[in-house]
């Protein structure tokens, strides 16, 4: 089990590393698998938000401004700027309507 959560830490900042070791003592017994999906969770946000990032300096670069995108991809302002802010959890089909509006590319692998 142990081997799990150190691949999980591997991938994660110095701050969630340490997260992760605060929360190790209490991880005995089942609670273990709750440390390692919270891990996860962790990782995964922070490739959503650095992806949300390259995504809105294209914009900012673009000139576009939140008013032009909620027209180009019928979403609102006020979720655009969630999303921009890391405060939502889209679909790859949200992410992928708001780079066509800016004339990028979303393009996921699996290694």
């Known amino acids: 089990?142990?081997?799990k959560l150190n691949r999980v830490k591997r991938n994660l900042t110095k701050a969630q590393q340490n997260r992760v070791d605060q929360a190790r003592p209490a991880a005995e017994g089942a609670d273990r698998e709750d440390v390692i999906r919270?891990?996860?969770?962790?990782?995964r946000l922070s490739e959503l938000r650095d992806v949300m990032k390259l995504l809105k300096e294209a914009r900012e670069a673009s000139g576009m401004s939140l008013r032009e995108l909620e027209t180009n991809t019928g979403i609102s302002r006020g979720?655009?700027?969630?999303?921009?802010?890391?405060?939502?959890?889209p679909t790859?089909?949200?992410?992928?309507?708001?780079?066509?509006?800016?004339?990028r590319t979303v393009k996921i692998t699996v290694e």
Not at 38 to 43: I, N, S
Not at 79 to 89: A, I, K, M, P
């Open 79 to 89: 979720n655009l700027s969630r999303l921009e802010n890391g405060d939502s959890n």
């Open 38 to 43: 919270q891990g996860q969770e962790v990782q």
């Open 1 to 3: 089990m142990m081997s």
């Open 92 to 103: 790859i089909a949200t992410l992928r309507r708001y780079a066509a509006a800016i004339g």
